[in-house]
């Protein structure tokens, strides 16, 4: 690992630096900046594994011709309200940007739209785009394939499924909106990662062994599978989320996902669907999000268990690191700045982020 | 509890038998009708909780003016692709029959459908009304806020959440299709109930007490709350459902949720929402279906865990459950034969279940 300290550097100059970049490798200049504010949404919400984070990453992609860079984004099958939206092997953010404003904009005209997208990427963490059609006084609904396999199905050993999240985002008035985002595994693929980097044990119901006895060794990650949300509620719902994401937009799911952190070649084929809904359909917004604002208080000046401070809802320590992170930017670890700076270099870029 | 053996009674003559008792009790003869199909739904899928054994506890609603016997269930904002249904407190299968053959026209029609209600009642098994779209090469989405709070916020102590359930269906071709049906909590109340019952231990991670300490001794259980899924990631979940069941529609959540099998006569205002979509929005149906019958294999024949006779998809046991009942009829034990007996004593009916 990189000596040194963590440096924290202002929103605008990552995203520039992002964009640079991917602009250097061949991304129009509008798609580039698409990803920069994407991916630093991301680092906004306190996700740090979806942000800046992956750049060094999708620029391997994009050197070993994993990406196309001149996509042409449609919607192959279109209605008033559901869309197909073919994503040309676009990055992820690109083809997701596209998908999620197509799915307010028909639902801005006929209340609800669920668009679906194949032939994508990684697009980034799931809440960025679930909470887009908040600011449209919006409910927002986004699942995706998780782009690697490390779970077997419920009873299996073979792994065929992956992390597969959901997010939802609901308008709130003046307290922070909802935005659940969640893996249906117990703990990220990274958590494991990041605890045998630590030397440390993982709690019992993060993983199992092949034979379904408790995992807990980190350095043994390998011979073991993640454990899904709730047991089998968990897998059901990881299923249906690749289901819904993946099988009905002609995507992958199953043995057909490739590993996008070993092979950066191979295309893709990510699923994504996200949906919208005005809810002015149910009751005027105004009226809905004061109603919200009341359950939110309730919930969260409801007794506490002794020792814990404060009731967080979905969505809301992002709320307060987004608020943060714009205020005093975002940290960047030694390791990952060596490997931005040395991107930097490679392209020539006039930021080089010394 | 009454002695005697579980007998097994055809589905016809239970469907016949709920229907007489709800129309001695004053429902509208198709209203009753409709009450017994979908009870009957829920034995049929083995969710024997939900089915016929409620029917005393709706009597005692009914018989102390907690129903509205003669409602006008009716949209009361409506679009081409949204409606809010008030359920003017009626039983909620009719709410929920109503509401979803409503979702199932709109989606018909647009191609995709989100209809609401308020003002319903508690309405039985979740899958039931999700997997009514999938006949029509539909996705069914079902989710509602649970007649009851037994769990507190997470980092709390007041139970002001219920177990709020979320159900999915999608077609499939020759396969059984997926139907999830699962509740945010790790172990449903009955369950618990059921391991006191039999002088039976909890695993861990069902219930905490207050203190967040593992409760595992059933006797016990009042002194504690259930879990939610994957901890914070199920309270997320549970709240995001109560929302959009709930506060979306005008109807209980927190606070404000009657707990019905302790209060028989206030009003509900049960909230519940069904979405329903094509299929054929995003490829042709037959295709889909072939797709999914594929998938499904995939899982199924995926390699097993050592002493694993079988990998199920969400809803195969159901199904397989409801050919089996459908044949060889559904079991009614010994103490809730005794209940029904009584009822059909005191209300006359024709069939007392001799």
């Given at each position: 690992m990189a000596e040194g300290t963590t440096r924290t550097l202002a929103v605008q100059r990552l995203e520039d630096f992002i964009a640079s970049v991917l602009g250097a490798l061949g991304l129009p200049e509008s798609d580039a900046a698409t990803c920069a504010v994407r991916m630093i949404e991301s680092d906004l919400r306190g996700v740090d594994t979806h942000g800046i984070f992956r750049l060094p990453h999708y620029c391997q992609r994009i050197r070993a011709g994993g990406v196309n860079l001149r996509p042409k984004v449609r919607p192959v099958r279109e209605n008033a309200v559901t869309a197909l939206v073919d994503g040309d092997n676009a990055m992820g953010q690109v083809v997701m940007t596209y998908a999620t404003q197509l799915a307010i904009e028909k639902a801005a005209e006929a209340g609800l739209a669920w668009v679906g997208t194949f032939n994508g990427n990684h697009a980034g963490c799931a809440a960025v785009y679930s909470t887009m059609p908040v600011a449209h006084d919006m409910v927002g609904m986004y699942m995706t394939v998780a782009n690697g396999n490390h779970m077997p199905p419920w009873g299996g050993v073979e792994r065929i499924l992956g992390t597969n999240p959901i997010s939802i985002a609901i308008p709130a008035g003046t307290e922070p909106p909802i935005a659940l985002d969640i893996a249906?595994?117990?703990?990220?693929?990274?958590?494991?990662?990041?605890?045998?980097?630590k030397g440390e044990t993982m709690p019992i119901g993060w993983m199992i062994d092949r034979k379904g006895q408790p995992l807990t060794d980190p350095k043994r990650a390998s011979e073991g599978f993640l454990l899904p949300i709730g047991g089998y509620k968990g897998y059901g719902l990881n299923v249906v989320i690749g289901m819904l994401a993946g099988v009905l937009n002609g995507a992958a799911f199953g043995r057909n996902v490739v590993d996008f952190t070993q092979d950066f070649a191979t295309r893709n084929n990510s699923g994504h669907m996200v949906l919208a809904m005005r809810v002015d359909n149910f009751q005027p917004a105004h009226a809905f999000k004061r109603e919200m604002d009341r359950v939110i208080r309730e919930i969260r000046e409801s007794e506490r268990m002794e020792g814990v401070d404060r009731i967080w809802l979905p969505g809301e320590m992002e709320f307060y690191k987004i608020r943060?992170?714009?205020?005093k930017g975002i940290p960047v670890n030694p390791a990952l700045m060596e490997q931005l700076r040395q991107l930097a270099k490679e392209l020539q870029l006039p930021d080089r982020l010394e």
């Open positions: 249906t595994t117990v703990a990220a693929a990274g958590k494991v990662k990041l605890a045998a980097q943060e992170r714009r205020e």
